[in-house]
């Protein structure tokens, strides 16, 4: 199970890669994440995933003046 659970960490950290590599701003990064998500139930819970992570970034992200 832990290798199943490993899997996924790493399928869900590779497209926030892919995602962050190839978007500008949080509003780039969002609409990519759900343009390229399934719709299958285990889906919608990876987009969520990436979404968190994605709003988690730009949260901790500094303000540049």
Known sequence: MNDFSDQI???INK???TILANSSTYKEAI???SKCSA??????????????RITEL????LIVK
């Open 15 to 17: 497209q926030l890669e």
């Open 9 to 11: 960490e790493q399928l």
């Open 58 to 61: 730009a949260l901790n992200n």
């Open 31 to 33: 609409i990519m994440n």
């Open 39 to 52: 719709l299958t139930p285990q889906g919608v819970e990876i987009k969520k995933v990436i979404q968190s």
